[in-house]
Structure formats: structure tokens, C-alpha cells
Nanobody, 120 residues
Framework: QVELVESGGGLVQPGGSLRLSCAPS????????MGWYRQAPGKQRELVAV???????NYADSVKGRFTISRNNANNTVSLQMNSLKPEDTAVYYC??????????????WGQGTQVTVSS
């Protein structure tokens, strides 16, 4: 089973920046959407940003103007540039890929999560 491997989390002061990256451990064919989700303690997992294969993007209102999602279709990687970080951005961040076979059946892949902590 192919897994997604995230990197780039850590501890940063408010107003700082971090860049998260995600790559698959093996080959995944026909990837459509790539996205980032996060889950803070005691809260449900929420969508942060998603990017389609055609590079159309969608962001949670709370991160618009601060976070930028990008992808590289040649090597199937996705990144999340996070600027002007706030304490409320503290969470475990998960990357997610969606693939679709010729019959329209979707498969979902998740990373193990990477901790982002924003604190002074």
C-alpha cells in the first residue's frame, strides 16, 4: 500500500513561516486532487487547501492570503507554504491525494501527519 510522506513541520513563532511537503512512497496513477488537512486537539479534521490537476485551488477562509498550495505533476508532490502563522494554526497537518481509475472509482491516500506548533 502506497503511503504519503510529509515533511517540514516544526515549532515556529507567531508571524513566522513554514513550508510543508508531501510525496508518495510509491507510484500512484491518475492523481486528481491533492490537498492539506489539519486537526487541532479536540477538534475535527478540516480542509486547509486543495489543488486540482489543472492547478485550480481552494482555501479555507482562515488561511486565505497566508497559505499557498502548489503541486508538481511530474513527480507527484504537493507543498504548502505557510506565512504569517498564528497560534490558531497549531495542529497536525495531513496531506491527501485522490486518484481516479478509468471507471471513475476513487482512491484516497493519507500521510501520517506532521506537527505544526505556532508559539512564542
Amino acid at each position: 500500500q502506497v503511503e504519503l510522506v510529509e515533511s517540514g513541520g516544526g515549532l515556529v513563532q507567531p508571524g513566522g513561516s513554514l513550508r510543508l511537503s508531501c510525496a508518495p512512497s510509491g507510484i500512484i496513477f491518475r492523481i486528481t486532487d491533492m490537498g492539506w488537512y489539519r486537526q487541532a486537539p479536540g477538534k475535527q479534521r478540516e480542509l486547509v487547501a486543495v489543488i486540482t490537476r489543472a492547478a485550480s485551488t481552494n482555501y479555507a477562509d482562515s488561511v486565505k492570503g497566508r497559505f499557498t498550495i502548489s503541486r508538481n505533476n511530474a513527480n507527484n508532490t504537493v507543498s504548502l507554504q505557510m506565512n504569517s502563522l498564528k497560534p490558531e494554526d497549531t495542529a497536525v497537518y495531513y496531506c491527501n491525494f485522490v486518484s481516479e481509475n478509468w471507471f471513475g472509482r476513487r482512491s484516497y491516500y493519507w500521510g501520517q501527519g506532521t506537527q505544526v506548533t505556532v508559539s512564542s
